[in-house]
């Protein structure tokens, strides 16, 4: 079983829909929970950080963590065609030595069309 | 401000060639991380640094090896080169773990090998 799953997709929508994308992890040591946005032949940018369980929300997006069920979600209101990009999920355990290092989901490649 | 500047963008290699990857970031982070993503596979780590002259390996670090001489370089060393490394490889820096802290990436370096 991989620590992260994320929904591969893919995922394509209309304009102004709701996004949900979803990750669950089997590591209940995962503390902090991050999301990514992708652009093709780009590096991954930081879109939402985390700590915890809990709802955060920034604009039209919005990040939840369940950490009794272990999981994780990010929501898009509004959905633009500048949203199409592949998202990434990761998490990481607090402090000691895990130095930051990061474990990522697949990846869930979204596709708003006009 | 650059960021994290990744060379070569592009590389094609053939099997039994060396080369290595150059990473430099400008805003004085200890943490660097080499990651490869590979299509639906989401970002495994091959090695990461916490500063000058630490380095250790990830999740994945068979055929690579990694070196940190300064804050600011991070290059990865591919040696004998094999078709399973074709892959596009990401550089990220962060600060020390702890706060709202993620990481920022470089823009991957395509790498082929035939």
């Known amino acids: 079983q991989k620590e992260v799953e994320q929904d591969p997709g893919p995922l394509s929508v209309p304009e102004g829909a709701i996004v949900s994308l979803n990750c669950t992890y089997s590591?209940?040591?995962?503390?902090?929970f991050m999301w990514y946005r992708q652009y093709s032949r780009k590096g991954p940018e930081l879109l939402m950080y985390?700590?915890?369980?809990g709802n955060k929300e920034d604009g039209r997006f919005t990040a939840q963590v369940d950490k009794s069920s272990k999981y994780i979600s990010l929501f898009i209101r509004d959905s633009q065609p500048s949203d199409s990009a592949t998202y990434l999920c990761?998490?990481?355990?607090?402090?000691?030595?895990?130095?930051?290092?990061?474990?990522f989901g697949q990846g869930t490649i979204l596709t708003v069309h006009p | 401000n650059a960021g994290v500047t990744q060379t070569p963008k592009f590389r094609i290699l053939k099997i039994g060639q060396s080369m290595t990857l150059q990473c430099t970031q400008d805003?004085?982070?200890?943490?660097m991380y080499w990651y490869r993503q590979d299509p639906g596979m989401g970002l495994k780590l091959i090695y990461y640094?916490?500063?000058?002259?630490?380095?250790d390996k990830g999740e994945v670090p068979n055929g690579y090896n990694v070196s940190r001489s300064t804050t600011e370089d991070f290059p990865l060393r591919l040696e004998l080169a094999a078709p399973s490394q074709t892959s596009v490889y990401f550089c990220?820096?962060?600060?020390?773990?702890?706060?709202?802290?993620?990481?920022?990436f470089g823009s991957g370096t395509r790498l082929t090998v035939v």
């Open positions: 990220a820096s962060s600060y020390p773990p702890g706060g709202n802290y993620g990481y920022t």
């Open positions: 590591n209940s040591a995962f503390q902090y």
């Open positions: 985390t700590y915890s369980s």
């Open positions: 990761a998490m990481r355990v607090a402090g000691g030595t895990s130095y930051g290092k990061l474990t």
């Open positions: 805003m004085n982070h200890n943490y």
């Open positions: 640094s916490v500063g000058a002259g630490i380095t």
